[in-house]
């Protein structure tokens, strides 16, 4: 049974090195006392993350983060001042002899996020810690948006959960690398978009998408997936759906079908939304994949976006780049 726990208790756990899901405005996270290797290890193990993937680590303020050592170029400055509290997280060098460094799987560098979502605040400030959080899903699944999806995935293994509601953004945050303030490099797109950084730091500051591996540790590992396996709806083709399936259309590709002589009443069929709204996509994208394996289905056929045709605004980016990881090669 769902049994969600308070603000005020789970920061009570944390200073207890207990292991905590909590909700943000990105995607709910799996939260502990960023300097407590024991609590660290808890969200390894629980996670069934691998040791080499660091994690993210989250502050109440630009001033806490400055007290903790942290040396921001003017860049970094202004991005945060623009986006933070908010899903951008900024990857920096970490300071020497840094309690952070059992959070960084071994990096000389950590990734550190200032939340917007009001009861992590509250726990951040009552805690009195830079919280490690990694998206709280078992490693490789999409990471969960209600405090459900934590609950299944995790529920037996975690101390405690806060129910927050629904995610307001459904994607993870923007990573950057903005250690040269006149290229910055977006590590993992998110829901501030290349439009915003670029708009924001004008035409002498280069903006780019980073597309190796390297560069985010995490990217070499599997991502978002959901269960069932996904393939790509296209009504051009013959479809040949299989038993167990279920669509996942936007609502354009949704009139299309129930139009086209190929429809069948009995196949199941799941709207994704409009592709002109694509931070509403975002949204509820990961939730959609939930449902869809709770009810047991084998196989997903996902609208054929053409992501090229999403602006650099907001979260379309970030979503045709998850997109692309969870579809089956
Ligand atoms: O929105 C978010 O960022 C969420 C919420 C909970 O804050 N967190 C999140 O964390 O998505 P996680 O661990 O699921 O993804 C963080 C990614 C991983 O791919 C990891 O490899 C990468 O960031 N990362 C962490 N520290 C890094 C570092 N020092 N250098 C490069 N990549 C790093
Ligand atoms: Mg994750």
Not at 144 to 152: D, F, G, H, Q, S
Not at 287 to 315: M, P, T, V
Request: net charge positive; glycine share 6%.
């Amino acid at each position: 049974m769902f049994n969600f726990i308070s603000a005020k208790k789970a920061s009570e756990l944390l200073k207890n090195k207990k292991v905590v899901g909590i909700p943000t405005e990105t995607v709910y996270g799996l939260a502990a006392d960023a300097t407590s290797k024991k609590a660290i290890n808890k969200i390894y193990k629980i996670k069934n993350r691998p040791k080499d993937n660091p994690l993210i680590c989250h502050f109440f303020s630009v001033k806490q983060i400055i007290e903790w050592g942290f040396i921001l170029n003017d860049v970094e400055k202004k991005i945060l001042k623009k986006f933070s509290p908010g899903p951008i997280s900024l990857k920096l060098q970490l300071p020497i002899n840094s309690k952070l460094n059992v959070a960084t799987a071994g990096l000389d560098s950590i990734i550190v996020r200032i939340p917007s979502n009001k009861i992590f605040r509250e726990i951040i400030k009552t805690t009195n810690k830079p919280l490690a959080a990694p998206s709280a899903n078992t490693s490789g699944k999409y990471s969960p948006t209600t405090a459900k999806m934590v609950w299944e995935d995790l529920g037996k293994k975690v101390d405690g959960i806060v129910d927050g509601g629904k995610c307001k953004y459904g994607l993870e945050s923007t990573i950057i690398d903005s250690s040269n303030p006149r290229l910055i490099k977006i590590l993992r797109p998110g829901p501030i978009g290349i439009f915003e950084l670029k708009e924001l730091l004008g035409s002498n500051v280069k903006v780019e998408t980073v597309k190796t591996i390297s560069a985010t540790p995490g990217s070499k590992y599997k991502h978002y997936a959901p269960r069932a396996i996904v393939n790509w709806f296209s009504i051009s083709n013959k479809l040949k759906i299989k038993p167990n399936s279920v669509l996942l259309l936007t609502n354009e590709d949704l009139i299309k079908w129930k139009t086209s002589k190929y429809f069948d009443k009995n196949i199941k069929v799941n709207s994704l939304g409009s592709i002109s709204e694509p931070d509403k996509i975002s949204k509820n994208i990961y939730r959609k994949f939930f449902e869809i394996d709770q009810k047991k289905f084998d196989f997903i056929y996902l609208s054929k976006i053409d992501f090229n045709s999403f602006s650099d605004k907001g979260s379309g980016k970030a979503l045709a780049e998850r997109i692309s990881k969870v579809l089956s090669k």
